[in-house]
């Protein structure tokens, strides 16, 4: 994901509400984790796109070329599972929906 992000072949799209209140982008703001430094990174040429709300994210995120990054258990996950039929694992308890792309990891 991060790589996608820094070539700028994707973007990360969130909503204004799981910004302001979803402890990613808390860690993502803070932790000295890797993955979230190097991320950081990636989003100071190519930052992250806050919609007012979910839907408007997720219309993106269907479009293709945009990355919503959500919790495994999260109804989200579900909906663009439903929509897009494809998700992502990645490390802990974040999925990485991409829609339009074949093979790849978060």
Known sequence: MVQLIARGEYTMVTHKMAYQS???YSELA?????HFKQLREALKENPI???DTLNEALELVQE????Y???QDSSTIQLL???CGL???SEGKLRCVVCNLVSYKC
């Not at 803070?30 to 890797?34: K, M, R």
């Not at 293709?64 to 990355?67: A, D, H, N, T, V």
């Open 30 to 34: 803070n932790s000295n984790v890797t």
């Open 49 to 51: 796109i806050i919609k």
């Open 22 to 24: 979803n402890w990613y």
């Open 87 to 89: 998700y992502y694992y």
């Open 81 to 83: 599972t439903n929509s």
């Open 64 to 67: 293709g070329s945009y990355i």
């Open 69 to 71: 990054a959500s919790q």
